[in-house]
């Protein structure tokens, strides 16, 4: 299977980083191609247990090369951090990890208007994840934004930084009544990327171009989810950015025709983090016994995740505009100590029953959901890396999860450790 794009089919933190990780050893390229380190993702395998936000999870085989494609927006210092971090612990980087010379950077002065754009916001706050995420894709799209090419030509660099700089602090300063950002300093931190990042900057999309025309194993690592789309999820409370499919073939260049497999990766419940409707959420002791269960805490903020039953009319909607091929179930041991398992399998809006997502996020606020049933399983799922072995009840529940998306579930995710996996299919 040459190109497999691995996609958050919820609202993020799917467990994209685990399916990466294992799926990764038949890879010869993993590549990320939206977001930026707002993600958070988790890897805990022989090597250690990591949290990335910027380097592919694929990064701990050391076979594979992994590369930040054009759709990603990198914070320079993040990215820098995250590299120390792995060196540290032995993990090889060099020749092997490659930033795309196209990838628009997130400057000092996004991460300040990300905080004082949500702070203005008061009660209709998006609970970004105050990295500078959106304000950096904004300046992509005013076609004000710095690249990383940019930082190999300072002298170029400084009249147009003088410009954008000028623009934002006239914000920052009249609009917000806040401290404007330095010029000068951030001059300065532009030089020290330039030496310290000039090594790992590169041409990705000839990488992912050649290996895909060579036929090799290349796997897409998403990040966030569907339902954060800024188009195809609950606007406004999106993030700024394509974690679906069409995200992967601009975000690295690739042709829809390349994509052989893709695969929507699921929680066997669902959480959110930040404002938004999240029709399933549940407010009781079961919400709160989930989320110490499965320590659903952001991995990029550490707030509290907001958990929820399975949302079926999500589900179906986020495989619509994706095209899975086929889904992968994560963290369905979670609900191994549940008596009782709600499902949601449609809406109900103003009497009537609602099968189809609704465009509008306030719309969505007026719906209630619709659920069946299921009875908590005996015995346990956690660990099991046999179909057979899987209780008879969360066989049940996977068939009928399967029956309401209309797709196969290939891989079970039973653990948060690389080995604690069900393959049903394969899938690289
Ligand atoms: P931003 O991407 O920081 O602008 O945040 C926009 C929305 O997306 C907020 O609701 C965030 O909580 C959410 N978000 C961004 N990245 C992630 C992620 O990796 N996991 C879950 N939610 C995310």
Redesign the pocket.
């Known amino acids: 299977m040459p190109v497999c794009a691995v996609l958050g089919g919820q609202?993020?933190?799917e467990g994209k980083g685990k399916i990466v990780d294992v799926l990764a050893e038949k890879a010869h390229v993993t590549a990320r191609f939206s977001?930026g380190n707002?993600?958070?993702h988790t890897v805990m395998n022989p090597e250690g247990d990591f949290k990335l936000h910027l380097v592919p999870s694929g990064i701990f085989w050391p076979e594979g090369m992994a590369v930040i494609g054009n759709g990603v927006v990198v914070d320079p210092d993040a990215l820098l951090e995250e590299i120390g971090g792995l060196r540290g612990r032995g993990v090889d980087l060099d020749g092997r990890l490659l930033v795309s010379d196209r990838c628009h950077l997130v400057m000092p002065y996004h991460v300040v208007l990300?905080e004082l754009g949500e702070a203005a916001r008061g009660d209709q706050a998006?609970?970004?994840?105050?990295?500078g995420?959106?304000p950096a894709y904004t300046d992509k799209a005013a076609r004000i934004g710095i690249r990383a090419a940019d930082l190999f030509d300072l002298e170029a660099l400084y009249p147009r930084l003088e410009r954008v700089m000028g623009h934002h602090n006239a914000i920052i300063e009249k609009v917000y009544d806040a401290a404007p950002v330095s010029l000068a300093e951030t001059f300065d931190r532009c030089k020290g990327w330039a030496s310290a990042l000039r090594p790992f900057v590169g041409a990705v999309e000839h990488v992912v171009y050649n290996a895909v025309g060579a036929g090799k194993t290349v796997l897409l690592e998403g990040?966030?989810?569907a339902m954060?789309d800024l188009d195809h999820g609950t606007y406004p409370?999106?993030?700024?950015s394509h974690p679906t499919i069409g995200g992967a073939s601009t975000g690295l260049g690739l042709l829809p025709r390349d994509f052989d497999s893709i695969l929507g990766v699921f929680k066997a419940y669902s959480t959110?983090?930040?404002?938004?409707p999240f029709l399933t959420e549940l407010f009781d002791e079961t919400g709160d016994l989930i989320r110490e269960l499965a320590q659903e805490f952001?991995?990029?903020?550490g707030r509290p995740r907001r958990v929820g039953w399975f949302d079926s009319v999500a589900a179906r909607y986020s495989a619509r505009v994706n095209g899975y091929t086929s889904l992968v179930l994560t963290r369905l041991d979670v609900l191994d100590s549940l008596d009782n398992i709600k499902l949601c399998v449609a809406y109900e809006l103003e009497g009537k029953r609602v099968e189809d997502f609704p465009g509008s996020a306030a719309v969505l606020e007026r719906c209630k959901p619709i659920y069946e049933d299921f009875p908590g399983w005996d015995g346990a799922t956690a660990g099991v890396t046999n179909i057979e072995d899987l209780p008879e009840g969360a066989l049940r529940y996977v068939r009928r999860l399967e029956e309401l998306s209309g797709l196969p579930i290939d891989v079970i995710s039973t653990g948060p450790y690389r080995h604690e996996v069900v393959t049903v299919r394969q899938v690289v």
Request: glycine share 30%; proline share 0%.
């Open positions: 609202w993020g933190d977001g707002n993600a958070g990300d998006i609970g970004t994840t105050g990295k995420i959106g990040a966030q989810g954060l409370y999106v993030t700024s959110r983090v930040g404002s938004g952001g991995t990029t903020t």
